[in-house]
């Protein structure tokens, strides 16, 4: 048999296999009902990122094309396209506007074909991250299982404060007022009343966008001396130790609860989402599980050294896929060598559309066959092996996680 006949079979196997994604977000019904087109699913995906996205002219498609045609994300998103709505040929000038015309067509024709097209390409289960508005399933519990972001309460600092997506946590979460650990207390209300109805498979902080992610020790006198401070008084440096404080009590919640806390880490604001900058956070609280998400691209090794160093470390190579496909490959070889449990590693989309979606668990399989084959292929593991890491990868590892169950 040739390395070219191992990695057929594994790859027939690794996609016939159901998947589990430990983070989404996916549009709700509304944005799906009008408007659909190439142009739009362009905008709302990964490859937007390059600047590059069409204003419906030939001359910007052109331009989109010749500088982002090659590019990981676009790869994996054509391939989405071509599957989801079962067109053979690529993306070009001449056809882009019958695919775009295609896509309008299936979404007029099924109002529930966002949703259900998931469910038909793959996917058994997404955990979904509505930050906007924390805690949804969409409407849709047979495919999505809500996390819960935990960010926006960093901001409830004073009664006007506003938190990213213009959400004012006090008036949204409807706190009347109070000392800081009567906000504490009204948060831990607002969360495990959400988990007791099954709508918290995890916590979720995506403030590595916001802030660098050194979540210092409390600092108990300094969150006090700055809750319900006027906001033309209140500095920078009091909101960030507010926000190190709440973030500290969520960490002690998630371990109580016994759910994942989910951490961005790289490619936000670079200077301050290295993976390591979590180590003294991971080391106080030993009893919460961390999950590292994109491995921390670009430094993907740190993440491999956190999850050899502590058995609480969980890492996720959600959207590494498609940010990089070769180096996704390079960090799954690592964290299958060096962490605790081979049960911790996870995998997500972190897509907004279903087309998106799609192309991005295609890259997960290509991934995942590519690395068991070179693993079958050097000695390392057998054949049984081989299907009993792709299980774990593709589907138990989070089924095991987000819903304590194989």
């Known amino acids: 048999m040739t390395d070219k006949d191992n990695f057929s079979s594994i790859y027939e196997y690794v996609s016939s296999l159901p998947v589990f994604s430990d983070h989404e977000h996916q549009r709700g019904d509304e944005f799906f009902r009008e408007g659909m087109s190439l142009e739009k699913v362009i905008a709302n995906s990964y490859i937007a990122w390059t600047g590059f996205v069409s204003d419906g002219t030939r ?15 676009f790869t994996w998103l054509e391939k989405g396209i071509q599957k989801v709505h079962g067109i053979g040929s690529r993306i070009t000038l001449e056809n882009w506007d019958f695919i775009s015309d295609t896509i309008k067509k299936t979404y007029a024709a099924d109002p529930d074909f966002h949703w259900r097209s998931l469910l038909d390409n ?4 997404q955990i979904l991250d509505t930050f906007w508005d924390p805690g949804l399933d969409n409407g849709h519990p047979e495919v999505f299982t809500p996390a819960f972001r935990i960010d ?6 004073n009664a006007s404060s506003v938190a990213p997506n213009d959400f004012i946590p006090w008036e949204r979460y409807g706190f009347s007022g109070g000392s800081l650990d009567d906000y504490v207390e009204h948060m831990r209300n607002i969360i495990i009343k959400q988990y007791r109805k099954g709508k918290v498979a995890a916590f979720k902080c995506a403030e590595a966008y916001n802030r660098h992610i050194s979540f210092l020790p409390d600092d108990y006198e300094a969150a006090k001396a700055a809750f319900n401070k006027p906001a033309e008084e209140i500095t920078e440096e009091e909101k960030i ?4 404080y709440i973030f500290n009590r969520c960490c002690e919640l998630a371990a109580q609860l016994e759910v994942p806390f989910q951490i961005h880490t790289g490619l936000a604001r670079l200077s301050g989402s290295r993976p390591m900058n979590l180590e003294p956070v991971i080391a106080r609280y030993p009893k919460t599980r961390f999950v590292l998400f994109h491995s921390g691209f670009p430094w993907t090794n740190e993440v491999s050294g956190l999850a050899h160093n502590y058995g609480n470390v969980c890492p996720s190579l959600t959207w590494t896929a498609t940010i990089c496909t070769s180096e996704a490959v390079r960090a799954l070889h690592d964290y299958i060598d060096v962490s605790c449990s081979i049960n911790s590693i996870t995998w997500g989309s972190d897509c907004f559309v279903p087309e998106d979606s799609v192309g991005a668990m295609l890259a ?3 991934i995942v066959a590519t690395v068991l084959e070179e693993r079958y292929t ?14 774990k990868l593709m589907y138990e590892n989070g089924r095991r996680l987000y819903l304590k169950k194989i």
């Open 59 to 73: 001359e910007s498609r052109e331009r989109f094309l010749d500088n982002a045609g090659f590019n990981s994300y």
């Open 122 to 125: 793959g996917y058994e289960r």
């Open 152 to 157: 926006k309460f960093m901001y409830g600092y």
């Open 241 to 244: 130790l507010f926000g190190n």
């Open 364 to 366: 997960w399989r290509y």
């Open 378 to 391: 050097d000695g390392r593991m057998d054949m049984k092996d081989v299907e009993i890491l792709a299980r």
